[in-house]
């Protein structure tokens, strides 16, 4: 490597910047040598994601400081961490050089063991409890969950695969891995993999760097290199990892807004949204536990499904947990139908009775099997009420949930009335469904009915859940609902009078 | 009741927590002994609420105190106030057990008669001029104007009725109560009645509660168990009713987002809106009365609609005002047609030339018994653009309502265009229509003319009315008018084609 | 005209109120006689706007004091400002009595000549560089480049214009100047004439003022009435134009929302709008140059596509451009499909091989000669990756690239695939096209294939190129792109079978 011929100006710069202003310790923060030597360069190369870090807790706090805390403010779980970062900010080398070993991206780089993607098993150094937590969460699957299904498998080609004409007969390929990675994967996460290596001149001189196939990617399912799944950073975004951006709605709204999951676009017509968008100015995002009441007065998304929420004399109202399917007693999101939560993370394990890999019947009824039964829904249930109850009287609070048990059975009905419909269709040879091994997804009037589970039930189920009726009525929802099944009655009484 | 054994511990925690911090005066804030009482376990059990009504202006100045102001800046309207409650910061008790008689729904609780549900009776003992003049809002009557309408009940019960298919023949069951709650309800307000009592366990002993139906609820138009109409906390977000979050869009966004009456999302692309998302962070949302240009620099809803506007020389630009529809000549939300403005705040007594309940003809016109005349119509919009002048000439603010009733007149001619289409197929027997005595909102061909006025029309007159051209072009506008005038046609050149 | 009589008063409240809060220098800022005389009425009758400027930094700082910055903060481009104005703060009458010749709605108000409408040629006067750049953004001619090009004439009127239904015959109009102004004008700015003057009554006596056709308006490609094209004011939103409104994306949104570009909604679930929304309140808007990693941390539209960008050590990453264009190699915006980018602002005299105003031919392929070439699409791309490599890895980075180019290929061949269909239907004479001198819009499937290129395949694209993955796959994305082509071959079918 060349020198870099600033490097003690650079050096001093970087210290002289080091004094954190919002340190809530007296302690002095020290980076550890190999951390300013990244910083050398690519303060220069990268400012941005240098300047972000420095803004950062990382930046400001050792594991050591960190580890003082014992009470329910304490941010890192392990119960030890390695001496050789203890003592030092959680700086770039201490991430970006963990594992080294385990790390198929693993390079060599101005004399370190370097690699570019950084994984739950590098973050659960110091983070072990979440990381484990995160292992229990559908997310951490997502990727699996997708293309171990063939039969999603074939949905997402029906989507992503590019088409032809010639001659008027349609040509359907397959999905490309780029295409798939710029849509479904960007959120499901991609395989992480080193394609091959290559040398480029640089202001530093030549350097040897991985190049990644699946790359660029923050998918909540990502396969990284070290074999892992997940990435940390899909909501706790780098380089600052700021628990303020985790706890608000817009970093949830990068994946749930719609019109699949309609989460964010709910949330925001929602009485809690209302509160959130005209009051958040005066919230504390950053205290650590989180009292309800007091750094906050209406529930973002953290808040139901992630946070360590407390009341203000202390009691803890609901623990903190990245297995976010602990409050949740049923799947609203209809594969096709709602349906009770599965039991294990990997969901590419479901088969139902007809041997689809759905955890619902095509005409209705769960694959029980796969699912959690009535008293682990309870349990779930209670936990997310708990958070309800602390702003929420119980008779609101059980005249919510029944309201949603009502939606959820109209809903599915709903669904169950077009899925009839196409059936009958299958079944008369009007379109092609699974019996003659045909995708369910491809054609015109199958793609009429993945609108009503998949957009219209979703957004009335999400509009119910989350208290955002907008979504429910016309916005995607029961309008649409009703609208769909009448059309769907309409072609298949064209084509009976198409003579077919 | 068994009595808390931390009693003193909690009221001591209480009293020392209040010392409210923005307080504008200088005297010393009580809390009544009930209001106490109250939060001795409530601030244990529902710790937000408590924490949330701190942080109001309700816990930091007597009803006394808030008297003394005698100029623009008054907030009670009301001339006297009970001395039972003027000394006091307005707690809990204070609402929650105001005029009891009156609640159906006051029960027996430790000693107190407490009601769940505060109503515009409850609030107008210190807000007096603002329950009466939502008295003569439209919103107030929301839950009259579409259930004691069957015309629009007929279009719920298409919209939220459950459907099912048995041998390809479909069932349709009207809505029940709980999916109405869910859906057109959640907005125009549900009536609450208590249905029955039930006792449970709690940390604090045997509790016997009333079990309220159609609960919980805040809409607009909700039917209390007092007999009043209305909730005052669909936009005074309980419990902290800060003005601000009533004069932020959010709040209006809840009900007002679309696709059938999309103010939000036009105001959000407008430049008021690009002016409020940008700089709104330097704004003064409580300073009352709201000085044009210091306090603000660009209109949210309720600086055109609601607030009392003054100029920085102290001028008042516009009264404050509960009966939104002051400054509204035309009802820009057809029903099917753009129209004037109905005269009473009560629209379930309009009856067309037709007979139908609709204050325009289905064939075009007004029903004008009805609705405002021609001079009412001029004050209104006066009214209106004394807003506007504030910060845009006279041409400006001319030009721009001159573009509104061309937009009218041209979403209506469309909306014409696809009923005329509508009513052949009627005519024809493609379709039952009302001269069937069918309803007009069921069949397929009639759900896609819904979206002509429903949502085309209104956004685009929308898009006019608050300058936001993105929603009035492609998004739900103009383009989709014109497509689905062609495509109403399409469809029965296609059934004349199958011989009907 | 009659002297206002609180003259004085007004004047030295005036004054008095002159002590601007934010000014960095020490220097006195005198209000000009001219603007104090306009204040005078004006703070009256417009108190928004003038209370709008005072918070500007037009009111805290004059020319003179704004050229005594030499370096990257310089703000006045211009190397000269004339005498009159440039020890005055920047007020009413420096911008609305400036170059009265030019202006053909200059009138004699009060004994001075005030023009309404403020031109990038007024502006100019201090911001040479930028108005310059602006004359070579396609922006600026974006009148001309929609109302120029016939073809593009034909898809307006087949949105705008109005139709009716006689005896079940369509008819059709051309769209109105009012409606079109109300649309596509807004965005793409009107013409602005002097139509007419009048004469009111006002408090201040009678006046003689012009009336503008089509005003109001901010349009980007605004046609001034002194001949200039454009707005500043479009995005230095008047009368504070504060550059923290130009940078934030709310601006962007009036104009780029979709669903026909949706650059706003894509940012919004893209990871970089996730932190702008999580994080802004702790950036640093004003600031200039533009620090990244320390007065931002993730890119608004401004940043991509304007700013001046440094790092934290003073090098610049990117200079300002008004010229959007310089970093754009390819126009992701179908017409039909993604093209190399123009050559010429004007995109009125592009014609492609067919003779249609297109920069693409109908059945694929570029225009050539009107785009540019390799070499300089090159150039552009390696500008704009100089903003992302500020935070990115260059593998990051080209990766991101990489997948852009398959998207586009990918949403051309859709697009391609639905023409064919739409070409075939038009030989069998299905649908009347160009090749039967009728418009390729306005059909019902013609309609329905605009969808494709307009709205699904754009919208793919910018989910790809700004990294928002969920527009390009279930929103607007690849899910209606293949929905589309089934029901377009669909629609062949059933005109077949109707013996067409």
Known sequence: MARNPCFKVVLLSVSMAFIPAALSHGD??????????????????????????????????????????????????????????????????????????????????????????????????????????????????????????????????????SMSIEDMKLSSMPSDADTDADSCLYCHGTEVKVKETRTIDTDYGEMTLPVLS???????????PDGTMGSCTACHTRHQFSIETARKPATCSECHKGPDVPAY??????????IYYTKEGDWNFKSVPWTVGKDFTAPTCAACHVSLLVSEDGKVISR????????????????????????????????NKSGLSLPTELAGGEAENFLIDGSEKDKRL?????????CHSQGWTDGHFDRLDTTVRNSNDMTLADTKILISAWEKGLAEG???????????????????????????RFASAMGG????????????????????????????????
Chains 1, 2, 3 share one sequence.
């Open 28 to 161: 002095q923060v020290s980076l550890s040598d190999d951390t300013l030597t990244c910083i050398e360069c690519h303060s220069t190369i990268n400012p941005g994601i240098v300047g972000d870090w420095r803004k950062s807790l990382h930046a400001a706090m050792t594991p050591s400081q960190a580890m003082k805390k014992t009470g329910l403010d304490r941010l890192v779980s392990s119960r030890e961490v390695p001496e050789k970062i203890k003592d030092y900010a959680v700086g770039c080398a201490e991430c970006h050089t963990a594992n080294p070993d385990r790390h198929k991206d693993t390079f060599e780089h101005n004399g370190y063991q370097v690699h570019t993607v950084v994984t739950p098993a590098d973050c659960s150094i110091c983070h072990i409890e979440e990381a484990q937590q995160y292992g229990d969460n559908l997310m951490s699957h997502a990727y699996g969950n997708l293309q171990a299904n063939s039969l999603y498998r074939s949905l997402v080609d029906s989507i992503n695969g």
């Open 214 to 224: 699946g790359w660029p990617n923050d998918g909540v399912g990502r396969i990284n």
């Open 265 to 274: 676009g709910v949330y925001s017509v929602s009485k809690h949204g209302n």
């Open 320 to 351: 903190r947990t990245h297995s976010m399917n602990n409050r949740l007693a049923l799947r609203i999101f209809g594969l096709i139908y709602a349906h009770s939560y599965p039991r294990s993370p990997d969901t590419s394990i479901i088969k």
């Open 382 to 390: 209670s936990e997310m009420k708990k958070v309800c109850l602390s």
């Open 434 to 460: 699974p019996d003659r091994n045909d995708s369910p997804f491809n054609e015109a009037i199958e793609k009429k009915w993945i609108e009503q589970w998949l957009f219209y039930a979703n957004s009335t």
């Open 469 to 500: 009726a907008d979504y429910g009525a016309f916005n995607n929802g029961r309008f649409y609902m009703s609208k769909n099944i009448r059309e769907m009655l309409e072609w298949m009484e064209a084509q009976r009078n198409a003579g077919k």
